[in-house]
């Protein structure tokens, strides 16, 4: 089982709310991340957490935090977006921070 | 500095045609390499991965990669083509350790339309 769960797949949010995105594996994996993917676009990460500590944060604004509650679950909190924010979200996987990734769904959000 | 890049922004292909997705890489050493295929507003599906070892790789979905050293090159192919296979396809490569371990560098994409 290869099963990386996003929820939610839509998400439409002001620029005042606050919300968040969250990811799911059940797979023991111990790496997981966060993609931004704009149209036409190849994904760009954003965050890496291994063994539940963050380990890459390339240069993300501070509007979005991510959370690595346990080794299955991964959030991103969201507040005070721009509409230039909106985008694909994907959460990815992968066994260690040097296996394979493993990408989710994806949450399309939209910011108005 | 290191890079994937893949020429090829749109690729035509007929049903039952074989098909080659064109790859090359920039790094310092041999990275690791990965293709992945995307349908429109999904995440990404791995095809198949290369490491180590023998240079002929092989994926789901019926595709293969060759991996080229004397040419930095990491080549998609399928003999034979179906319509379900239209999508974007992305080559990423990643370095075997240091400080970007876990860091995925993306090419482009090659978005493919399958004509029946």
């Known amino acids: 089982d290869t099963e990386v769960t996003q929820t939610p797949k839509h998400l439409v949010m002001g620029m005042t709310n606050k919300k968040s995105l969250k990811c799911e594996q059940h797979m023991g994996h111990r790496a997981m991340y966060w993609y931004k993917q704009k149209a036409k676009k190849p994904p760009e990460l954003m965050f890496v957490y291994s063994y539940e500590k963050l380990s890459i944060n390339e240069s993300v604004p501070s509007r979005f935090s991510p959370e690595c509650p346990n080794s299955s679950l991964l959030n991103l909190h969201l507040h005070a977006l721009q509409p230039e924010d909106s985008a694909l979200y994907l959460c990815a996987s992968s066994r260690n921070s040097g296996a394979e990734q493993y990408f989710g769904p994806g949450t399309r959000l939209t910011v108005t | 500095a290191q890079s994937v890049t893949q020429p090829d922004i749109h690729i035509t292909v007929s049903e039952g045609a074989s098909l080659e997705l064109r790859c090359n890489y920039s790094y310092g050493a041999t990275p690791y390499l990965f293709w992945y295929v995307q349908s429109p507003g999904q995440g990404l599906q791995l095809l198949l991965k290369?490491?180590?070892?023998?240079?002929l790789v092989q994926g789901i979905k019926g595709f293969e990669a060759e991996f080229k050293r004397s040419q930095s090159s990491f080549n998609l192919r399928k003999p034979s083509v179906h319509w379900s296979d239209a999508a974007e396809y992305f080559c990423a490569g990643r370095t075997a350790g240091g400080t970007s371990y876990g860091k995925l560098t993306f090419g482009q994409g090659t978005i493919l339309t399958v004509h029946p």
């Open positions: 290369y490491f180590s070892g023998d240079t």
